[in-house]
């Protein structure tokens, strides 16, 4: 049996002191001086359900708390926006969606299905023709219908051409004013709708299948920018690639018309390609590109589309109404500054109640003035990275007229959403809970006649700051077992007794010169020490399915916490990890028990090193390290629907693949056909995902020529036929 010595202190001193501490993890600051504000607010009674979502990349750690900045305010139909000052804390929906991306494929050329006559319909929204702008229609690259254009209201005006089972039909679109108000169909000798280009606000490109420019020599090629109202390309951006990576990068015409000159390296053969990304007034915009002579080799523009295609990221839109995390909170507001233009800026910030764990998604902030809320709100834009966000109008009817509409969300279009041309200001936090200061005690101890010395120990404080200025606060919360700094004598140890009589502050004496400082009477064991565990094995073997079991049998245990398991990949236990985030609680028994766990986290052919650490109520103890090699075949992952993708690139000049996908217990083949049906290359595929590398080579190991071919993938349950096309 243990011996316990009880010493009695007679002075104690706690200094205690407590904060909640965040890390910024993605920022786009308040810039101030902002002229436009977004709405994002829902008051079912007055017919507005708008929201805004923005962007954030990259976050590792989990969002805790939240800032947000803009205004508040009411809007009336008669008088349009009054400014107004927001509550100490308004009722807010936060949302967050997880960022949904894929990324362009090249287009499949347009192919007649059938021999007759074709129609092209020409259109203008805004009903005044296409002022200037003019199309070519050309049937395996020879122009049939030339310069055809819509001369004045808003169509259509049909035009016909004649084409064959089989033809390549493309399209040459060249802009003028107001490009972005044309568009156009195609029509099959069925009058079915085979093919649309522009519509929606967005300017026509033509139909063709993106080739890329072949440089013809070595040297420094030129690229020149144009603006044909001379006032700079007006956000308007140009990449140039070589052989798919970035030569020029964001590129611009800054002012002026130009021309604004940039040079790259090429060498003969390579192949070079543009992207255009669009700013305002893009039907002024124009580029060329010159060779090591000087030479213009490629124009493009007015209205610039790219030269060749360059695959790029698309980013979807929120899944409104839909989010990953939602949370209704009341957030704090505080005033920031007052515009020049009189409206008020505020920043408002919640705690969220639950880690949000997204490393790329969306952020969206809308008031609830269905839940309480006393006004409207309306982001302040920030300064971020992409200069983008989006606007979602619930519904599609609503009770304002068009003008009104327009008013209330502050961007020109009134449509259902709305690409806004701007980040919002917001930040996110990872961290925060309770994390306490270090203190010191200072302890005076006898054993009721003789002074034994003075002895000092320190640990975090739990719990809730108390202060002096509330009687009521309960200090046992500060009381638990801790280490004495000075050591115990030997085959001793300390053990700090709570004492649930110091509840209130009287129980304490303050020291007069600090607030934080007090005394009080507390007690103290010294514990003849004895072995808090006997383990009699500790082994780590390799489970059926490839994970590790970690297994330990203790003869007896007294005083045990628990224990925890660490693994490395190397003998160095201070690189080690824990696998066991939550102590395994010890069983305290006199007889053997036996504890196991599961390590999933291993990978197939990785030797592991384990280490098993023994918690009692003082220290711990480590025992290992025990060490296994995961050994096993990894299953093959095996496709559970067979497809066929598109052939990449396409068209091509020297080889192109094609990824088949053929599910579990499945054989077939993949035959190349070239437009006369004849088969010139097959493949047999098993079951599994293979990519097929064709060479343009038929089975004789001949070249096949220019022109369209197809390929066929066919297995029991699947039969398709796509189509690729050779460009020498």
Not at 179 to 193: G, S
Not at 271 to 295: K, M, W
Not at 420 to 445: C, H, K, P, S
Not at 672 to 691: D, L, P, R, S
């Amino acid at each position: 049996m243990k011996k316990i010595l009880i010493f009695t202190a007679v002075l104690a001193a706690f200094a205690f002191s407590m904060s909640a501490q965040y890390t910024e993890i993605f920022t786009q600051p308040y810039p101030g001086a902002v002229q436009s504000l977004y709405t994002s607010s829902k008051d079912t009674a007055a017919g507005i359900n708008y929201e805004i979502a923005d962007n954030f990349l990259d976050l590792a750690d989990p969002i805790n708390k939240v800032e947000f900045y803009g205004a508040c305010g009411n809007f009336d139909p008669n008088a349009g926006w009054i400014p107004g000052a927001p509550n100490a804390t308004e009722p807010f929906n936060l949302r967050f969606y997880n960022l949904v991306y894929d990324w362009t494929v090249p287009p499949e050329p347009l192919v007649a299905a059938i021999t007759g006559t074709y129609t092209v319909n020409l259109y203008d929204d805004y009903g005044d023709g296409w002022n200037g702008g003019l199309l070519d229609v050309l049937v395996n690259g020879v122009v049939v219908l030339d310069d055809i254009t819509l001369a004045s209201g808003a169509g259509p005006v049909p035009y016909t051409f004649s084409a064959n089972a089989g033809d390549i039909i493309s399209t040459v679109y060249t802009a003028g004013s107001w490009a972005y108000e044309n568009w156009y169909e195609i029509l099959d000798p069925n009058l079915a709708v085979i093919a649309t280009d522009g519509a929606g606000g967005v300017q026509p490109t033509g139909l063709n299948v993106p080739v890329p420019l072949i440089a013809a020599e070595t040297g420094t090629y030129t690229v020149n920018l144009y603006d044909s109202w001379g006032d700079g390309w007006n956000g308007g951006l140009l990449d140039v690639y070589v052989n798919g990576v970035v030569a020029l990068d964001n590129i611009t015409l800054a002012s002026g018309a130009g021309p604004a000159v940039f040079t790259f390296l090429a060498n003969a053969g390579d192949e070079i390609a543009t992207v255009f990304t669009a700013g305002s007034y893009s039907s002024e915009c124009s580029y060329e590109i010159l060779d090591p002579n000087l030479a213009v080799i490629a124009t493009d523009g007015p209205g610039p589309v790219g030269i060749g295609f360059i695959s790029q990221m698309v980013l979807f839109e929120p899944t409104w109404g839909t989010p990953d995390y939602e949370f209704a909170l009341a957030c704090t507001s505080t005033f920031v500054e007052t515009l020049d233009w009189g409206w008020d800026i505020y920043k408002f910030e919640a705690v969220l109640p639950a880690g949000v764990v997204l490393e790329d998604g969306w952020f969206s902030a809308q008031i609830d003035v269905d839940g309480g809320g006393s006004k409207l709100f309306l982001f302040a834009p920030g300064t971020g990275l992409d200069m983008f966000s989006i606007q979602h109008l619930y519904g599609a009817k609503h009770s304002l007229d068009k003008e009104t509409l327009k008013k209330l969300m502050m961007v020109s279009s009134g449509n259902t959403r709305d690409d806004l041309a701007a980040d919002m200001a917001f930040t996110l936090y990872t961290g925060g809970g309770t994390v306490d200061d270090f203190y010191r005690v200072i302890v005076e101890v006898w054993n009721g006649t003789d002074y034994l010395g003075v002895y000092n120990f320190s640990g975090p404080l739990t719990g809730t700051t108390p202060y002096v200025s509330d009687p009521e606060m309960d200090y046992t919360t500060f009381l638990g077992t801790y280490t004495m700094e000075s050591p115990a004598p030997a085959g001793w140890h300390w053990e700090f007794t709570q004492y649930t009589a110091l509840d209130d502050i009287s129980d304490f004496a303050q020291d007069p010169n600090d607030e934080h400082l007090f005394t009080a009477y507390v007690t103290f064991n010294l514990i003849e020490d004895g072995l808090p565990v006997e383990l009699s094995s500790f082994t780590a073997t390799v489970t059926a399915i490839n994970d590790v079991e970690l297994t330990w049998v203790s003869e007896t245990e007294d005083n045990m916490n628990g224990y925890r398991v660490y693994r490395n990949t190397s003998a160095d236990q201070n690189g080690s990890i824990s696998i066991t985030p939550i102590l395994i609680p010890a069983a305290n028994t006199s007889t053997t028990h036996t504890y196991s766990i599961t390590d999933d986290s291993v990978e197939i052919g990785d030797t592991y090193f384990y280490w098993l650490e023994a918690v009692d109520y003082q220290s711990s103890n480590f025992h290992g390290p025990v060490s296994v090699t995961v050994t096993g075949n990894v299953p093959p992952v095996l496709p559970e629907i067979t497809s066929l993708k598109s052939a990449y690139p396409n068209p091509f000049k020297a080889n192109t693949t094609i990824e088949v996908s053929v599910k579990a217990g499945e054989n077939g083949t993949m035959t190349i056909y070239n437009v006369a049906g004849k088969a010139v290359q097959t493949y047999n595929v098993t079951e599994g995902t293979h990519n097929l590398i064709w060479n343009g080579k038929d089975s004789s190991g001949n070249a096949c020529g220019s022109g369209i071919y197809f390929y066929k993938l066919t297995t029991p349950s699947f039969n398709q036929t796509r189509k690729m096309i050779i460009v020498k």
